[in-house]
């Protein structure tokens, strides 16, 4: 995760090649409850840092960074799809879902905006939005109440200045072994 990026922009090109790689994320039952709010412009950019400013006390280099998408999912789209004839079920009830795939198709639509910035040979950095400034955000940015953001991600060209990761960074890393279990769980 880049936390300090040159002022460079972007090419739009590169824009859109970052944004339409989240389309190809897979979704359950292809409900795609996602949307996703890209800040581009300068004063966009410096009203969203309004309401995510936390990030800026100890990393202030991400202000520098030309693209922020923030993203939003949609439990909606699952409840409505899963409610479906061709998906068995007659209602729209929570209570199927082991867990919250809304959110966690979002996030697997960002990680490949985040990949496709790395492929790119450019910085990214995802984070998440305090509790409190939700609602703010969301009144500022016009953000339907169906759209919950989840977080953000910045995009930029990584400064000269960013370091290599730490050592205790690469401590802290746990090994293969102790995340996978293969076969059963005390294997």
Same mark, same amino acid.
């Given at each position: 995760? #880049?936390?300090?990026?040159? *002022?460079? *922009?972007?090419?739009?090109?590169? #824009?859109?090649? #970052?944004?339409?790689?989240?389309?190809? !994320?897979?979704?359950?039952?292809?409900?795609?409850? &996602?949307?996703?709010?890209?800040?581009?412009?300068?004063?966009?950019?410096?009203?969203? &840092?309004?309401?995510?400013?936390?990030?800026?006390?100890?990393?202030?280099?991400?202000?520098?960074? *030309?693209?922020?998408?923030?993203?939003?999912?949609?439990?909606?789209?699952?409840?409505?799809?899963?409610?479906?004839?061709?998906?068995? &079920?007659?209602?729209?009830?929570?209570?199927?879902?082991?867990?919250?795939? &809304?959110? @966690?198709?979002?996030?697997?639509?960002?990680?490949?905006?985040?990949?496709?910035?790395?492929?790119?040979?450019?910085?990214?950095?995802?984070?998440?939005?305090? *509790?409190?400034?939700? !609602?703010?955000?969301?009144?500022?940015?016009? @953000?339907?109440?169906?759209?919950?953001?989840?977080?953000?991600?910045?995009?930029?060209?990584?400064?000269?200045? #960013?370091?290599?990761?730490?050592?205790? @960074?690469?401590?802290?890393?746990?090994?293969?072994?102790?995340?996978?279990?293969?076969?059963?769980?005390?294997?």
């Amino acid at each position: 995760m #880049v936390r300090d990026y040159t *002022p460079d *922009p972007l090419s739009p090109s590169c #824009v859109e090649r #970052v944004l339409e790689s989240a389309l190809r !994320a897979p979704s359950a039952g292809f409900s795609q409850g &996602w949307a996703f709010l890209a800040l581009s412009e300068p004063p966009d950019r410096a009203r969203f &840092w309004e309401f995510a400013g936390t990030q800026l006390e100890h990393s202030p280099g991400m202000r520098n960074a *030309p693209l922020i998408v923030v993203s939003l999912s949609h439990k909606d789209a699952y409840l409505d799809r899963y409610a479906e004839a061709d998906k068995g &079920w007659a209602d729209r009830a929570e209570s199927r879902w082991p867990a919250p795939y &809304w959110d @966690i198709d979002t996030g697997m639509a960002t990680l490949l905006m985040l990949l496709t910035a790395v492929d790119e040979g450019l910085g990214a950095c995802f984070f998440g939005l305090m *509790p409190d400034q939700l !609602a703010p955000f969301r009144d500022a940015f016009g @953000i339907p109440p169906a759209y919950l953001p989840i977080g953000a991600t910045t995009v930029g060209h990584r400064a000269a200045s #960013v370091p290599p990761q730490s050592e205790r @960074i690469a401590a802290r890393r746990r090994s293969i072994g102790d995340v996978i279990h293969r076969g059963s769980w005390d294997r």
